[in-house]
Structure formats: structure tokens, C-alpha cells
């Protein structure tokens, strides 16, 4: 059948692959270590659950306003005004099914074709492909590992041109967990001014930092600058909530209104029970709930980060957030006489039944991509897997 250009050159997501393909070993009775999932382990807080049940009983199961239920909108400006000294109003604001839908929309009411978007690599995997959805260039600027993954404000000026429409920030990042503080955000932010750039601001992670630093939102720092970004934000990864799918935008009233008529007759609205489980996870702020679940990863990252800098060929730049490590095995793939990381990955899940993803498919094809969000038992046994492993192979 001939299917759309559009979907020709898509790649489907290389992180839900790698889970699909290490589940199925699983069923069929490997004693895999899945090393690639993006979610928490925990399980979405009770009174988050029961506030949709109580949702369900009062009957708020049908269709709701496509930018949002009000309630939820209100809750959401609340958490901008708390948390990061942003003023929106509800018109600022749409509730999507998730924050990558929130992505996908923004781009599809954003780039024209051949407009260029600025993605600095390593990048989360769906930025590309829902730029070239759009049909827009993804124009990828290689954050150096030497620069903590961060892009410089010389790397962002080198590559902008007149068909620049956007620059994506991700902080912390997903998947190297590293963080822009106020300063590099303010170098960034200049530039953007001055060629008149739209910034793209994907703050998921937000709530998952774990070292001293503050999350600063690039919106935050000028009236001109909160004029120029969407912030896209959701409850999937603070609230261990990825399965119930809200995500929210928040920007100027044109853009917002162009992303709801577009969800209008796209997906009508996201879940309205999911709305209401929600607007609970955020009417009731920071949770204990919460405050565990990010004592635990902060655990675990030292654990794996440990475990990691501890194996032959492998190094990796201490992340301040989010839950991956994103170590350079470049060393290791070459002692190990393979060709490239996504054979030393295949042959590494083959034989010691551990999981990881890939760099390639973040556009850093010298790493690889470890998620701890998975008990410490497991990663101290992932860990002691991946180091026989490198070690067997040493030639
Ligand atoms: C950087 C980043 N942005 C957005 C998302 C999408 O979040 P959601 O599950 O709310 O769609 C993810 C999920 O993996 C992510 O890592």
C-alpha cells in the first residue's frame, strides 16, 4: 500500500522498542533486566486513585472542554505562580493527553514547511520526528559530554538562519539528566530575542532533581522571554502518572488557542477522569508520596552511578536530575571488538539479559541510555551483569 510521505521516514520510538523487545524475552522466560523504560516504578499515590474513582461515581465521565477542564487550568496556574514565578491565564494554558501530545501539537501549530528547528543532541527521541511531522528541519547542535551536555550560546548562534523558528530546551534532560542554570538559560535566552526565535520549553522533569541546584524555567526570566516560550509540563514523571496521559502548555493566548482547535478535532479532550486525578495530584502540592519516591531515585542514581564509572571503558557525567544515566561506553564497545554501541547493546541483552537503550537513537551514538527507575536489587545485579559482560569480551 503506499502510505503517506509523511510517515515514510518515521522511526517509531527507539525507548519503546527497547522495552517491547526486552519484555518479550521476558515472557518467554529470560530473566531480563529492563534497563530502558522512562517511568517510575511506583505506583500512581492513593488519593491520586481515588480521586478518579470518586470522579467516575459522580459522573465526570464525559466529554470535557478541549483545552481543559477549568478546575484543572486554575490548579495549573497555581503551580506556575508557586513554583516558578509565572503568571498565565486560563486562555494561556491547554491540558493535553500528555506532554508529548502538548509537544506534537505546539510543533504542528508552529512550523511551516522547511521551517528549521533547533534540537540540541543528546535529545529525548521524539523531538526529530515531531518536528519533520510538521514537516520543519530538525537541526541538531551536538551538545559536547566535555560541557556537561549542555549546547553554549556560540554552538546555538553558529547554526540559526532566517528559517529558524525554534530553539528546544530540555531541563533536566531526558536522557542525560543534566540542568541549564539561570545564567546559561539568560545566554540562550538573549540570543533567542534577538533573532526572534520561539523557545520550546520541556520541563517534565522538573520535580526530579536531586542535587542542590534550582529549576529555573527560561519563561521566568524576562517578559520578552515569557512572550517567546511555550513550557510544557505534565504529571506523568512527578506524579507516576504516565499511564493516565495529562500533559499541559503554557504560553501566549494565540498559540494556545491554535493548539485547542487543534485538539478539538484531533482528540476532543484528554481523559476526564485522568483531569480529575490531576487536579488532586496538584491540589495537594508536594506529597510525602512524592518526597519518597525522589529519595529513592536520588538513591539509586549514586548506586548506579557508582556501579557504572566502576566498569572497564565505560565513563559518565554525574546527572543533576530526571532518572537515567547516560554513560560514554565508546571505550568499552572497542575493547570489547564490536563494531558499534547498538551491537555491544543487542549482544549485551542476548547474553546477559540486560536492557539498556542505544545512544544512536538520541543522536549520541557513543552512549548509552540506563534507566534506574527500578528497585536497587535489580541494579545492583544489572551492574554486576554489564561489568562480566564487558570483562568476558575483553580481548
Ligand atoms: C523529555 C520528555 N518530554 C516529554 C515526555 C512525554 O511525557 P508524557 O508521558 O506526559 O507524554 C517524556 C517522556 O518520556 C520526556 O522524557
Known amino acids: 500500500m503506499n502510505l503517506a510521505d509523511r510517515v515514510k521516514t518515521l522511526t ?26 522512562g517511568e517510575p516504578d511506583f505506583n500512581t499515590p492513593e488519593y491520586i486513585i481515588k480521586a478518579a474513582e470518586q470522579a467516575m461515581h459522580n459522573g465526570m465521565t464525559k466529554y470535557t472542554p478541549s483545552g481543559g477542564i477549568p478546575e484543572l487550568k486554575e490548579a495549573i496556574i497555581n503551580k506556575f505562580k508557586e513554583d516558578n514565578e509565572l503568571t498565565y491565564s486560563p486562555d494561556e494554558i491547554i491540558v493535553t493527553t500528555g506532554a508529548k501530545h502538548a509537544l506534537y501539537t505546539l510543533f504542528q501549530v508552529l512550523v511551516n514547511e522547511g521551517d528549521e528547528v533547533i534540537i540540541p543532541a543528546p535529545y529525548w527521541v521524539s523531538y526529530p520526528e515531531q518536528v519533520k511531522l510538521a514537516g520543519g528541519n530538525p537541526i541538531i547542535v551536538e551538545a559536547l559530554e566535555e560541557n556537561n551536555f549542555k549546547v553554549t550560546p556560540e554552538q546555538l548562534e553558529k547554526v540559526i538562519t532566517e528559517k529558524t523558528k525554534a530553539l528546544v530546551i530540555n531541563s533536566p534532560s531526558n536522557p542525560t539528566g543534566m540542568m541549564y542554570d539561570q545564567e546559561e538559560l539568560a545566554k540562550l535566552g538573549e540570543i533567542c530575542v534577538k533573532h526572534n526565535i520561539f523557545i520550546v520549553s520541556d ?33 506523568s514523571k512527578s506524579h507516576a502518572m504516565t499511564g493516565w496521559r495529562i500533559g499541559y502548555a503554557a504560553g501566549s493566548a494565540q498559540i494556545i488557542k491554535a493548539m485547542t482547535n487543534l485538539a478539538s478535532q484531533s482528540t476532543s479532550n484528554p481523559t476526564s477522569i485522568a483531569q480529575y486525578a490531576a487536579l488532586a495530584a496538584y491540589e495537594q502540592a508536594e506529597t510525602k508520596a512524592m518526597e519518597d519516591m525522589k529519595k529513592v531515585f536520588s538513591e539509586r542514581l549514586n548506586l548506579s552511578y557508582d556501579l557504572l564509572i566502576d ?15 547516560f554513560p560514554n561506553v565508546k571505550e ?18 542476548e547474553e546477559e539479559n540486560v536492557a539498556l537503550v542505544p545512544g544512536s537513537g538520541f543522536g549520541a551514538p557513543d552512549n548509552v541510555r540506563l534507566s534506574y527507575a527500578t528497585s536497587s536489587e535489580l541494579l545492583q545485579e544489572a551492574g554486576k551483569r554489564i561489568k562480566r559482560f564487558v570483562e568476558n569480551h575483553q580481548a
Request: proline share 3%; charged share 20%.
Open 12 to 37: 517509531p520510538s527507539s525507548t519503546l522498542a527497547i522495552s517491547a523487545k526486552a519484555k518479550e524475552l521476558k515472557k518467554q522466560g529470560h530473566d531480563v533486566i529492563g534497563l530502558g523504560v
Open 311 to 325: 566498569i572497564p571503558g565505560i565513563s559518565c557525567v554525574k546527572p543533576n536530575g530526571a532518572f537515567y544515566l
Open 332 to 349: 568499552a564497545v572497542r575493547l570489547n571488538g564490536f563494531d558499534n554501541v547498538d551491537a555491544w547493546v543487542t549482544a549485551l541483552l
Open 203 to 235: 520541563e517534565i522533569y522538573e520535580k526530579l532533581i536531586y542535587t542542590n541546584d534550582e529549576h529555573v524555567s527560561i519563561a521566568q526570566l524576562s517578559d520578552k522571554l515569557k512572550e517567546q516560550t511555550v513550557v510544557i509540563n505534565g504529571v
